[in-house]
Nanobody, 119 residues
């Protein structure tokens, strides 16, 4: 089995920064794309940023220039560096990864971590 464990969420003031981490563990053969999603109360879950196995990145327009996604291939970990945070960034952030195991390829989700931006 595969597990994604997220950390780094919390309460921060507008203009502040947070770094989220997503560590994958289990019977992993290889990890393809990884991404960060978020869901605010009353809104649909949206893709915030993604990174491929070749390190190509994409960002939602709302976070371009402020957020940076990265990954550590040796540690099977993805990160989301969030700078210049705004109240509208408040949401539960979820890590997602497409992972090959010994027997299959599948998508996996982390448990989610709360990010609250407020003064």
């Amino acid at each position: 089995q595969v597990q994604l464990v997220e950390s780094g969420g919390g309460l921060v003031q507008p203009g502040g920064s947070l770094r989220l981490s997503c560590a994958a563990s289990g019977s992993i053969v290889s990890i393809y794309d990884m991404g960060w999603y978020r869901q605010a109360p009353g809104k649909e879950r949206e893709l915030v940023a993604s990174i491929t196995s070749g390190a190509s990145t994409m960002y939602a327009d709302s976070v371009k220039g402020r957020f940076t996604i990265s990954r550590d291939y040796d540690k099977n970990t993805a990160y989301l560096q969030m700078n210049s945070l705004k109240p509208e960034d408040t949401a539960v952030y979820y890590c997602n990864a497409k992972i090959r195991t010994m027997g299959s390829i599948g998508g996996y989700w982390g448990q989610g971590t709360q990010v609250t931006v407020s003064s």
